[in-house]
Structures are given as structure tokens and as C-alpha cells.
């Protein structure tokens, strides 16, 4: 059986979606959709306009992408200096070591 969801509902979804920092997953279950279907309202949102540059549902999209890589990639950075300062300070610890 298939729901059928009104033009202003979807838009609402969308919003809901892009103001967001989650997955589709989540939004759908909180407005009692299907995450399939959220999904594809926003792929014909984001292509119904060929130009990206003039799409701001497609450079939301794009912002919340690298938004989220861009956090990633904080947390990688923060583990390699943690390890880096491990690793540094075994290596003193080893020099200390050998000279007494």
C-alpha cells in the first residue's frame, strides 16, 4: 500500500532534512516516512535544476557532506597526535633508559 504525501509535506521534509545534521534514516522516522521515499525527494529536488551553483538544496547537501568529513577528519588528526606524543615520549623514555 503506498502513502501518498502532499507537495507542502515533502517540502517540509526536506527542510527538516537540510537543517539537519543527520541521516535520512532518522528524519524519516521522526516524521513517520519512508526513509526510500525521503531519499528521493531530495535526489529530484537537487536535479530538478541542472546548475549546482544555483541549487541551494544541492550545496546544503554538499556543505553537510563536508561538514561531516571535515569532523572525521579532526578526529583522525587528534588520534595521530595523541599517538605521535605516545610514541615521542617512549622513545625519550627508551634514550633515558640505554644512557644510565
Known amino acids: 500500500m503506498s502513502t ?5 509535506f515533502k517540502e517540509q521534509a526536506l527542510a527538516l532534512y537540510l537543517k539537519s545534521s ?3 534514516a532518522a528524519v524519516a522516522r521522526k516524521l513517520g516516512c519512508d526513509p526510500g521515499s525521503l531519499s528521493d525527494w531530495i535526489k529530484k529536488a537537487t536535479s530538478a535544476d541542472g546548475s549546482k551553483e544555483d541549487n541551494p538544496l544541492q550545496i546544503a547537501e554538499e556543505i553537510r ?3 561531516r568529513e571535515n569532523a572525521r577528519l ?4 587528534e ?3 595523541k599517538a605521535s606524543a605516545f610514541f615521542a615520549s617512549k622513545r625519550l623514555w627508551e634514550r633515558r633508559s640505554s644512557s644510565s
Open 4 to 8: 501518498k504525501y502532499t507537495p507542502e
Open 22 to 24: 543527520t541521516t535520512y
Open 65 to 67: 557532506q563536508l561538514r
Open 74 to 77: 579532526r578526529k583522525e588528526n
Open 79 to 81: 588520534i595521530l597526535l
